[in-house]
């Protein structure tokens, strides 16, 4: 098993990851097969979040009514200044660090 680099010490709660990435790109993945990437200005202890320069991904099925099969569709658009409530968040990544 690889070797981990231990947290910083300012890591002690689950949300200090993520205060450790304010004003910096994240990804969050939301309900519904939503995805968000942007900068990260404000969140709160409910992780709703303010994104600056977001751009938002849905993914979309549908059922071929010929073949039968599922077609997914993606759609993009990028949101100036966003507001992320908290309860349709299931995932927060904070940006990969290069040493």
Known sequence: MAEEEPLPISVKEPLDLIRLSLDE???????????????????DQHLNMVLGDAEETVTTVEIDEETYEEVYK???RTI???????DGVILVSPPMRVN
Do not use: D, Q, S
């Open 25 to 43: 790109k994240i990804y969050v993945k939301m309900r519904n097969e939503r995805e968000l990437r942007g900068r990260l200005h404000a969140f």
């Open 74 to 76: 993606t759609t993009k």
């Open 80 to 86: 100036p200044m966003l507001f992320v409530r908290g």
